[in-house]
């Protein structure tokens, strides 16, 4: 299942979710009600008009009586809608304080909340740093954002989740016992996991499912507050003997209604957890999957489970708030084996191997050697970069033998062999009709190739951007122009409208960033945005102005510039509440047909192809998109129209963006070679539609 079907399944999901809910609600009304019957029959009992009639009948306590009472009580319509409005009350207003709470927390929060603690860029931790490079790879081997990474170091078990509103504003948290336990290819299975709910959006769901789930078992939670209660009122009448009997009274009326309330409150816990397992079991089998394509190495997953299985180490959490969050997490929170079983989240660990690794036995290990992968590693590998300690060659030493050298000015490119980026899959789209099973996963070298854009970065920025004030400096940096009265201008934005130390970055980075390939500045702005996400927001206000200014001084914003736009800004954008993810609008492709002709005329003309061959290239890829093969209605050639045209696609449904991705991609493999231009191009597309990408890189 790819990213566009596991869209689609997310409104399904979210439906089932829906349903799920109203089915608890009136089983809850349903106990709540029956309660109420029994103690309003009571009562028609015991009033003086049931007394004085049972005192002229010849049986006072008839069977007859009693159930005429009792029907009379629960079938009464003021009884009904009082107590539906008292239930509906309490889990509405319940998951509604809830889900305000888990977003006036946010990101930071939460983590904190589960007992993690932030780890930044630039660790002095070989364990913190040999973390965060394998989020890093993999955020860049998907094409998202790199989220914020927390480790919980009070937790010694192996577990890690993965929470927020979206890839924008996503975090990761690992355990300690995971850094301890696992070695790198298992650690980078279980990150692989976490990603796979990051990338397709199951984070969302995860947290509305937080909310919704403490709205359905708040009257549990009332009656365990009303059971302490009972004990402070207890320890007040203990010390007067004044009016015992009253006291008395009070505490077994208190407790009947907690009990009632517990009754009640179990059965939505039930439901609860039934809902839990309904939405989150399936989603795990498809996260492993995920994991799997990510890495291309089901060892390493299937080894981290197989360690989860030892009893001496397990993945227990003894935080208190991951019992609310246990659906969030790798591996099962629930230590006990009754426990277990009856709040299991997660399939069966050896199912779960099973799956990735079907000969497995189902014998797990008894015990582990603790900091293994300490002893494995005796060098701790070098800040920013995956496994080299030494300064990565530069991008003009490690340019490929038959690449045309890079001239920003005149965007000259690379010429790129697309077979040695998607493999088989330029083959298959050169049949006519034909089509990915996931346009969304990385390659299957997709891991190597982030890895070495990694490397690529001089060691001078990768220090920099460590930092708000040098992730700026580097930004404007990355976004400067070759040309010198541009370049000027711009310089003069950075000394106006910017501090003494960005200026400082921004001069110093300049140098180093001006033989850089458009894929590798891409690829630094993606790591310099988590450290630019530690800006307030007022600052990050003042940031977007004078980017802006700085991309739009010559008048005109180029493909390189609104690439960058497209993926950073609107990323940070949508981390600090200035806009909100796109909903849905169109979902028929007809219904934005000219728009997809202007992109993918654009992309075919991007290729640098004779006008007859860019033709071709266009008729060849427009099937794709289930639209006319005819030419856009402007075949002139503007960047202006082209962005217009995303800005509305971006509205499309999963299966739409699909079919023009798969357009898109197929004009783009139409002659066998990617260039820089095209690379740019498919950077554009994917982040202003808002969805994940594998590299276009010329670091193959």
Not at 20 to 25: D, E, G, R, T
Not at 558 to 580: H, N, P, Q
């Amino acid at each position: 299942m790819n990213f566009f079907e596991r869209q689609d399944q997310a409104r399904t999901l979210t439906v089932r979710l829906v349903v799920l809910f109203i089915v608890a609600l009136l089983a809850l009304f349903f106990l709540m009600h029956s309660v109420g019957a029994v103690l309003w029959g009571a009562t028609f009992d015991s009033s003086p008009s049931s007394s004085s009639s049972s005192e002229s009948s010849d049986v006072p306590f008839s069977n007859s009586s009693e159930d005429l009472d009792y029907g009379k009580a629960f079938c009464d319509p003021v009884a009904i809608t009082v107590d539906f409005f008292i239930v509906a009350g309490f889990v509405l207003l319940g998951t509604m304080w809830k889900l305000g709470e888990l977003k006036s927390l946010g990101v930071d929060g939460v983590a904190q909340s589960l007992g993690g603690r932030q780890v930044f860029r630039g660790s002095q931790k070989p364990w913190e740093r040999r973390l965060y490079n394998v989020v890093e790879e993999m955020a860049i081997a998907s094409g998202s954002p790199v989220p914020n990474v927390y480790i919980m170091d009070s937790e010694s078990s192996i577990n890690a989740c993965a929470f927020g509103d979206g890839p924008e504003s996503a975090g990761i948290c690992v355990t300690k016992g995971a850094l301890d336990q696992l070695t790198r290819d298992e650690l980078q299975g279980v990150i692989g996991h976490e990603f796979s709910h990051i990338v397709n959006r199951d984070v969302k769901l995860n947290m509305r499912l937080v909310g919704i789930l403490f709205g359905i078992e708040i009257i549990a939670m009332l009656a365990m507050v009303g059971m302490r209660s009972i004990r402070l009122v207890a320890f007040t009448s203990s010390s007067s003997k004044k009016d015992s009997g009253g006291v008395i009274a009070v505490i077994v009326a208190i407790f009947f209604i907690c009990l009632a309330l517990f009754i009640i409150g179990s059965v939505g816990l039930f439901f609860g957890n039934m809902i839990r397992a309904a939405i989150s079991r399936q989603r795990e089998y498809l996260a492993d999957a995920s994991s799997v394509q990510f890495t291309r190495n089901p060892s390493g997953l299937a080894n981290a489970l197989k360690k989860i299985g030892c009893p001496t180490v397990g993945s227990h959490i003894q935080s208190p708030k991951s019992v609310e969050m246990s659906h969030l997490f790798f591996g099962s929170v629930f230590s006990g084996s009754f426990w277990g079983s009856l709040f299991q989240t997660h399939p069966p660990l050896v199912k779960r191997i099973q799956a990735i690794e079907p000969s497995f036995d189902g014998r797990l290990p008894l015990d582990l050697i603790p900091n293994r992968w300490e002893r494995e590693d005796s060098e701790p590998p070098a800040m920013g970069f995956a496994q080299s300690s030494s300064r990565p060659k530069s991008p003009a030493q490690s340019q490929p033998a038959n690449a045309a050298p890079r001239t920003a000015s005149t965007g000259v490119t690379h010429a790129l062999d697309s077979r040695a980026i998607y493999g088989d899959w330029v083959d298959s789209v050169e049949k006519e009709g034909s089509r990915t099973e996931d346009l969304s996963a990385p390659k299957p070298q997709g891991l190597q190739v982030a890895s070495r854009l990694l490397q690529s970065t001089p060691s001078s920025l990768n220090a920099l951007i460590n930092n708000p004030i040098g992730a700026k400096g580097v930004f404007f940096a990355l976004l400067s122009n070759v040309m010198p009265e541009t370049c000027r201008r711009q310089c003069e934005i950075i000394d106006r409208a910017e501090s003494n130390d960005v200026r400082a970055v921004f001069y110093h980075a300049m140098r180093e960033t001006a033989s850089l390939s458009d894929s590798t500045k891409l690829v630094i702005m993606r790591m310099a945005t988590p450290s630019m996400k530690q800006m307030s927001r007022d600052d990050y206000l003042k940031f977007r102005e004078n980017v802006v200014a700085f991309c739009n001084i010559d008048g005109r914003i180029d493909l390189f510039e609104y690439a960058a736009l497209a993926a950073v800004i609107r990323e940070m954008d949508v981390f600090y509440k200035l806009s909100a993810p796109p909903t849905v609008r169109y979902k028929f492709a007809l219904q934005v047909e000219e728009q997809i002709k202007i992109v993918l005329w654009f992309l075919a003309c991007e290729g640098e192809l004779n006008p007859g061959d860019a033709e071709k290239a266009y008729r060849a890829s427009v099937g794709l998109a289930e639209i006319s093969d005819s030419l856009p209605a402007d075949k002139r050639r503007h960047l202006r129209e082209f962005t217009l045209a995303l800005n509305t696609l971006v509205e499309t449904s999963p299966t739409v963006k699909e079919k023009i991705l798969q357009a898109c991609y197929r004009c783009v493999a139409y002659d066998g070679v990617v260039t820089e231009r095209e690379a740019a191009s498919i950077s554009a597309i994917t982040a202003a539609l808002n969805v994940p990408a594998p590299i276009w890189s010329d670091w193959i």
